[in-house]
Antibody, heavy 113, light 108 residues
């Protein structure tokens, strides 16, 4: 079964850091671009960041550029999102997606003092 | 423009046909992808490409496109189709994803 499973969410204070992980299985991870998408409480979907199959090309939404870093470990079939300088506006469920088709159930990030 | 615009809410009578639209300049270049999201659940892909359904998606769901507007049509809406629907495409660079604001579908 093709699936992705996110982890690493939690409660963090403003200005803090967090690292999200996404474990992939059921497909050849190194062949696919991956994305992070978030959804703030009661709001719509917002693309956060994307990464090429090899990891050499990264893309970010303006809202997170310079604060978040996307990376991947193809030997471990894992995608990461390193989040620094977190703001209350970053509070959301963060979804990992294989390309644009398979999504995980998400992990919740809450930024609050 | 780097935005995708959807109507916030649409309703349909049970068994009738409903069309949900998505408008944006990027749709002149890229096909829209459509997702269904039910409360408390992750989005699920329902339509991709010109008009393709992933395995397990009922054939009452279909997609179409004309110029800068993409449409998701549900022919014979069922109660279980009540959900939020989001369109998705790419910006002009091709590297950034865009999402519409979502359409809440109510089945009466």
């Amino acid at each position: 079964e093709v699936q992705v499973v996110e982890s690493g969410g939690g409660l963090v204070q403003p200005g803090g850091s967090l690292r999200l992980s996404c474990a992939a299985s059921g497909f050849t991870f190194s062949n696919y671009a991956m994305n992070w998408v978030r959804q703030a409480p009661g709001k719509g979907l917002e693309w956060v960041s994307g990464l090429s199959p090899s990891g050499d090309a990264t893309y970010y939404a303006d809202s997170v550029k310079g604060r978040f870093t996307i990376s991947r470990d193809n030997s471990k079939n894992t995608l990461f999102l390193h989040m620094n300088s977190l703001r209350t506006g970053d509070t959301a469920v963060y979804y990992c997606a294989k390309g644009q088709d398979i999504w995980g159930k998400g992990t919740t990030v809450t930024v609050s003092s | 423009s780097s935005e995708l615009t959807q109507d916030p809410a649409v309703s349909v009578a049970l068994g009738q046909t409903v069309r949900i639209t998505c408008q944006g300049d990027s749709l002149n270049i890229y096909y829209a992808t459509w997702y269904q999201q039910k409360p408390g659940q992750a989005p699920v892909l329902v339509i991709y490409g010109q008009n393709n359904r992933p395995s397990g998606i009922p054939d009452r769901f279909s997609g179409s496109s004309s110029g800068d507007t993409a449409s998701l049509t549900i022919t014979g809406a069922q109660a279980e189709d009540e959900a939020d629907y989001y369109c998705n495409s790419r910006d002009s660079s091709g590297h950034h994803l865009l999402f519409g604001g979502g359409t809440r579908l109510t089945v009466l």
